[in-house]
């Protein structure tokens, strides 16, 4: 087991409904020993690709993705959910049905932070069915920008997205892959990768 799949197995605690909670670490509660272990990684994996910008989505993303930013020495910028739609023009929109919220929400990015001159990297806590990182990607698109990798820090391996994103051709790298987990006993069982 990696770093993290140690922390996941100690700290995890499986929800009904597919949900696993990771917030007394990860995205309520934060180890920042953990952040940093987390964002050399992400460094170590992409240090081949030319990447100008991190990119994510509020909120759950944004701590994990400065982490990434800084071993980078890039700036950082996250999508944010609105509920107005009066801000076409200057900003690129995205619609992201939320996983967790069961609700739709349009996430927007400001057209001064993402232009086609940019080399992005893809960040985010989960990923379950893929349509965050796809309203992601959708914006990049909208950008010009291109899009040199996804990192996920833990991708459920039983829901869809990780099979649609590496089937539209993308690098998506995540650091745990969870294949089952059973609300019943606690246990959660990781991929080996
Ligand atoms: P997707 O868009 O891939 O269906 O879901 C990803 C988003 O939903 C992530 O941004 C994450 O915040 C949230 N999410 C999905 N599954 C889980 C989960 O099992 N636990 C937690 N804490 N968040 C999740």
């Given at each position: 087991m990696n770093f993290l799949e140690k922390r996941i197995a100690k700290d995890g605690i499986v929800k009904p409904g597919n949900v696993l909670k990771v917030d007394s670490f990860l995205n309520h509660q934060m180890d920042i020993a953990l952040m940093e272990e987390i964002g050399r990684e992400f460094h170590r994996r992409f240090a081949d690709q030319p990447i100008t910008k991190?990119?994510?989505?509020?909120?759950?993303?944004?701590?994990?993705?400065?982490?990434?930013?800084?071993?980078?020495?890039?700036?950082?910028?996250?999508?944010k959910k609105s509920k107005s739609i009066n801000i076409e023009g200057e900003m690129y929109i995205a619609e992201v049905e939320s996983f967790t919220h069961k609700n739709k929400n349009q996430i927007i990015v400001s057209k001064k932070f993402l232009g086609s001159e940019d080399h992005l990297l893809i960040i985010d806590d989960f990923l379950a069915n893929g349509c965050a990182l796809q309203g992601l990607i959708s914006i990049a698109e909208e950008a010009g920008a291109s899009v040199e990798g996804l990192g996920i820090v833990i991708e459920k391996g039983f829901q869809i997205g990780g099979r649609v994103i590496r089937n539209l051709g993308y690098r998506l790298e995540s650091l745990a892959i969870v294949d089952a987990m059973d609300p019943e006993t606690g246990t959660i069982t990781f991929r080996e990768q």
């Amino acid at each position: 087991m990696n770093f993290l799949e140690k922390r996941i197995a100690k700290d995890g605690i499986v929800k009904p409904g597919n949900v696993l909670k990771v917030d007394s670490f990860l995205n309520h509660q934060m180890d920042i020993a953990l952040m940093e272990e987390i964002g050399r990684e992400f460094h170590r994996r992409f240090a081949d690709q030319p990447i100008t910008k991190v990119l994510t989505i509020e909120a759950s993303g944004i701590g994990i993705a400065c982490f990434v930013a800084k071993e980078f020495g890039v700036p950082m910028v996250f999508a944010k959910k609105s509920k107005s739609i009066n801000i076409e023009g200057e900003m690129y929109i995205a619609e992201v049905e939320s996983f967790t919220h069961k609700n739709k929400n349009q996430i927007i990015v400001s057209k001064k932070f993402l232009g086609s001159e940019d080399h992005l990297l893809i960040i985010d806590d989960f990923l379950a069915n893929g349509c965050a990182l796809q309203g992601l990607i959708s914006i990049a698109e909208e950008a010009g920008a291109s899009v040199e990798g996804l990192g996920i820090v833990i991708e459920k391996g039983f829901q869809i997205g990780g099979r649609v994103i590496r089937n539209l051709g993308y690098r998506l790298e995540s650091l745990a892959i969870v294949d089952a987990m059973d609300p019943e006993t606690g246990t959660i069982t990781f991929r080996e990768q």
